[in-house]
């Protein structure tokens, strides 16, 4: 791949993976609520999860919407509602010790992380625009493969710098009024997220 290339596809990469998104502000509501540790796996599975999306799509699965379009409906539809139930969830949720107290709210596992990518409309933007964009029809597995691979080396740190905002507003968010606040707005910003999807024309 001609290193102009590359680099477009790094910054592209970098660009797409530190931006707000669902993921992202996922991952800070799970670092803000539960530490940093215990939201490694929600990143692990964040990273991994959409390299393998990356090389399934580039691999010919984007040519099922082709063939059947209602298949994105259906994905565009489980997406907004599967997304807006996760708005909820992050809306309600309170601190930890309080939710001990019942049955205790646990962050995404690497498995949740891993197959939310399939339902997480930026991912599919993401996936679909760098294998079309950037792999070399002359080296079309050698080029999905580096960019799999870009993507999980630039994925992975970008995710976690959102992860470790959560933690650094945890020190702010010691009264439960506002980690409330906290985890409402950024459930009403994950819902924002949709919007683009919802009145695409």
Request: hydrophobic share 60%; charged share 10%; proline share 7%.
């Amino acid at each position: 791949m001609p290193t102009e290339i590359l680099l477009a596809l790094t910054a592209f990469a970098f660009v797409s993976s530190i931006t707000p998104g669902p993921n992202n502000l996922m991952l800070m509501a799970s670092g803000a609520n539960f530490g940093f540790v215990r939201t490694i796996p929600h990143m692990l599975g964040v990273a991994i999860g959409f390299t393998l999306m990356i090389v399934l799509v580039g691999a010919g699965l984007a040519q099922i919407f082709e063939l059947f379009p209602i298949a994105h409906t259906i994905l565009k539809v489980v997406s907004v509602v599967y997304l807006l139930w996760l708005a909820w969830k992050i809306a309600i949720s309170k601190p930890p010790d309080a939710e001990k107290v019942k049955a205790g709210a646990r962050p995404f596992s690497f498995i949740q992380a891993a197959l939310f990518q399939w339902v997480n409309p930026k991912a599919w933007t993401m996936a679909l625009t760098a294998v079309t964009a950037y792999t070399i029809p002359s080296q079309p597995i050698l080029s999905l493969l580096l960019i799999a691979g870009i993507f999980g080396l630039v994925n992975l740190p970008s995710v976690s710098s959102w992860a470790l905002m959560g933690v650094q507003l945890r020190r702010f968010l010691d009264d439960p009024l506002k980690l409330r606040i906290f985890n409402v707005t950024a459930a009403l910003i994950l819902a924002a997220t949709l919007y683009p999807i919802v009145f695409d024309r």
